[in-house]
């Protein structure tokens, strides 16, 4: 009789923050909605645990056909995670790489690519579109910032439109 070769596992990622829900409302507890204060940034601190990519814990092995000719495993296909600007990689003793915050700022995830910017781009105007902006670092608006609306920067902020009635 025969073998079938066994196949590694694919390494995969456990995020270790709160990602934001990108969500453009958030229920508050006593069931009423707040449009202003959006859950649409996901921000770091320094030297924080932001992932884990876990190594496959099953090894492949070899296996043979009903003649004894083996048949090879597959090999283990490398993470598709790719680590952009902000972050670094420690790999642990079991294996694992530990994705660990160099700067403060925002994590940018972009289909498989993870990178932190310390400046928050809005493309439009701060509105109930956006929501209201808290960050750390600085923070571009390539728009205005509507009536009733605020901006709170640990840096900078610059505005392309303008500011009515905000903070």
Do not use: Y
């Not at 707040?34 to 649409?40: A, H, L, V």
């Not at 750390?136 to 009733?148: C, F, L, Y």
């Amino acid at each position: 009789s025969g073998v079938i070769p066994t196949d590694p596992e694919t390494s995969s990622l456990k995020m270790e923050i709160a990602v934001a829900n990108n969500e453009a409302v958030t229920l508050l507890k006593n069931g009423s909605a707040d449009f202003k204060n959006q859950d649409r940034i996901t921000e770091v601190k320094i030297d924080d645990l932001i992932a884990v990519i876990l190594s496959p814990k099953t090894k492949s092995r070899d296996g043979w056909d009903v003649t004894g000719a083996t048949i090879e495993a597959k090999e283990a296909q490398p993470s598709k995670t790719e680590v952009g600007n902000g972050i670094k990689e420690v790999k642990n003793e079991n294996g694992d790489i530990s994705l660990i915050a160099e700067v403060s700022g925002e994590l940018i995830i972009d289909g498989e690519k993870l990178c932190i910017n310390n400046t928050h781009i809005v493309k439009g105007d701060v509105d109930l579109k956006e929501g209201n902006i808290k960050f750390p670092g600085s923070v571009k608006i390539g728009g205005s910032v509507t009536q009733g609306f605020f901006v709170m920067s640990g840096g900078e902020v610059q505005i392309a439109g303008g500011v009515e009635g905000s903070l």
